[in-house]
């Protein structure tokens, strides 16, 4: 099992069945701001659709192709959001790392403390070369996030995401070893 990580006051770990109330209520929370780039998201997410994803993370995780982390206060017991390594490129040795964090704690920190530390998960632990994060266009949340953690902006990719059934413009920007361990 992948150990916790502490991190700026954040606590990541894998889910586990018990904390799919708290991520289900978290997701119904949040659609005015999740919704709309999280077409999983919807205003009926319950306790069975949270267990769906916890289990298809354990697999994931066992399979090596998925590392996804519940993002918790320090104290471990109140869920944040979540955050995650996807999407290996074997041959060429990167991934990609994506993010939200519930309305009610947004804007406190939990989403720069994730990129943070799952880069450096990706780069030490992992041994990638390279974490990409993808971000809707219009998402400027999520994209001013990425820059302080100090993501280099690479480009507007046309047709990069399909989100609610359409192909959409995305942000691509990305972090090298350098990038965390320098200031982290």
Same mark, same amino acid.
Do not use: D, I, Q
């Given at each position: 099992m992948t150990q916790p990580i502490h991190t700026d006051g954040f606590l990541l770990r894998p889910l586990v069945p018990d904390d799919a109330p708290a991520m289900a209520a978290a997701v119904?929370?949040?659609m005015a701001s999740l919704g709309p780039w999280m077409p999983w998201a919807h205003a009926g997410y319950d306790d069975a659709d949270a267990? *769906?994803?916890i289990a298809f993370c354990d697999a994931a995780r066992a399979g090596g192709s998925a590392h996804e982390f519940g993002i918790f206060r320090a104290d471990g017991r109140h869920y944040v959001g979540a955050a995650g390594l996807n999407q290996f490129n074997l041959l060429h040795g990167f991934c990609n790392l994506g993010y939200w964090v519930r309305t009610s704690a947004q804007g406190q920190g *939990? !989403?720069?403390a994730a990129i943070r530390a799952l880069s450096?998960? !990706?780069?030490?632990r992992l041994g990638q070369s390279r974490v990409e994060i993808v971000v809707a266009d219009g998402n400027l949340p999520?994209?001013?996030v990425a820059r302080t953690a100090g993501a280099v902006h690479e480009c507007l990719a046309r047709n990069r995401l399909n989100l609610h059934g359409r192909p959409i413009a995305a942000h691509v920007l990305s972090l090298v070893p350098p990038d965390?361990? *320098?200031d982290v």
């Open positions: 119904r929370e949040s267990l *769906a994803w *939990a !989403a720069l450096r998960f !990706a780069f030490e999520s994209l001013g965390t361990t *320098a």
